[in-house]
Structures are given as C-alpha cells and as structure tokens.
C-alpha cells in the first residue's frame, strides 16, 4: 500500500541553523500538508499546500517557514532560524482530494539545542 | 475558533470489553469528523470518518456516532483486544480538504 515517506526521522540542531524537512506525498495526490506535534500535547496544523501554493497557513507558520515543491514528489518544510520551541514532532500528510482521508507519514522528530 | 473535547485523558478497559471514548467540540459542526489511532512517536493514522448528515459508521471492531445537536461523537472498539491499546484523536475537517483540527486525545490502555 501506498504511504507517506519523511527523512530525516531525527534531526537534531543548534539554535538559530536553518532545517529542511522532506516528505514524499503518496504519487497521486493533490493536497498536502504539515503538522507539528510537541511533547505530550496535541497535533497542530501548521500549512496546506494545493496547486504549487500555499492555500492555508496557521498563526504558528510565521516568516521563519517555508513550504516548497521542488519537484513532482518532494514536499519540504523549512525553518530558517530554529528556536528551542520549534522541537516537535513535525508530521507530512496528503489526500487525494477524491476522498478525505489525510494519510501521515511517520514524522521528523526535530530537536532544537 | 473551534475547541474539540476528549473528556478522558486515559482510559483502561479489561480486555474482552466495549471501550467507548468522547469527543466534543464548540461552535458549528465540521463537515466531516474523523478518528485517529497514534502510537507512540508514530503519525496518526486515519480509522474512520462520519459525515455531519450520517448518525452512525461502522468498520469492523469499530463504531462511531456523530450528534450534531449534542456536538458529540462517541468512538466505540467492541471486543477490545491489548493490541488496541493506543492514543486515539478525534478530528474535525470543517470542510472538505480543509486543514484538520486534532483532540488532545484519549490514551486507551486494554488490560489482558
């Protein structure tokens, strides 16, 4: 079955570093999406991503974020200055559009030192 | 903004049971309210969703039940097993395609 896919699974960065996320969407869909996690609190909506555009974005996804398409099957998330609270687990999702369903991928656990 | 409640932070059910979990939520209703199963350091995988016009899903094990007046969806796993033993998050989609707004969640511990 077709899944989500994100490297690195750990990333591990000093404080004011620029980061990149990756994300393969599953091949055929058309929406995407990134979520954060922090430790033991609940999953947030960070950015959607339709059309080589961001369609929505919440109060988290300041300047310092970047959302890019480079290709046919990546999805990056960039954080230019990392700050300490910026560690989380950061999730990639897509949907087809055809259907509801947001499949997640396994999350970049980002620390922050 | 929308607020969604899971009114257990942890939940332990003898295995064998019926573990029933609640979700509400403020505000208007989500076109579609979903359920996730997440285990721990894993992504959130999708279980079942249920249309604000639909009372009642089902998917083997599983049901859900969704009551616009009472802003509610209960999530029921019958002959609940350890390996059910999960975080389970409710989810609200406000429209199709639309960013999705997650619960804290409700940890089910299934006791053999």
């Known amino acids: 079955e077709p899944e989500v896919t994100q490297t690195p699974s750990h990333q591990v960065t000093q404080m004011g570093q620029e980061v990149i996320l990756r994300c393969v969407p599953i091949s055929n869909h058309l929406y995407f999406y990134w979520y954060r996690q922090i430790l033991g609190q609940k999953v947030e909506f960070l950015v959607s991503f339709y059309n080589n555009e961001i369609s929505e974005k919440s109060e988290i996804f300041d300047d310092q974020f970047s959302v890019e398409r480079p290709d046919g099957s990546n999805f990056t998330l960039k954080i230019r200055s990392t700050k300490l609270e910026d560690s989380a687990m950061y999730f990639c999702?897509?949907?087809?559009?055809?259907?509801?369903?947001?499949?997640f991928g396994p999350g970049t656990r980002l620390t922050v030192l | 903004s929308q607020k969604i409640e899971q009114n257990s932070e942890a939940l332990n059910i003898q295995e064998g049971k019926t573990a029933t979990l609640t979700c509400n939520y403020t505000?208007?209703?989500?076109?579609?309210l979903q359920w996730y199963r997440q285990d721990p350091g894993r992504g959130p995988v999708f279980l079942l969703l249920i249309r604000e016009n639909e009372k009642e899903k089902r998917k083997e094990r599983l049901k859900v039940t969704f009551d616009t007046t009472l802003k509610q969806s209960l999530f029921h796993i019958t002959a609940s097993q350890p390996a059910d033993s999960a975080t389970y998050l409710c989810a609200l989609e406000m429209n199709r395609d639309d960013k999705i707004i997650f619960g804290k969640g409700t940890r089910l511990h299934i006791l053999p």
């Open positions: 505000n208007y209703s989500p076109a579609y």
């Open positions: 999702a897509s949907t087809s559009g055809s259907t509801n369903t947001q499949y």
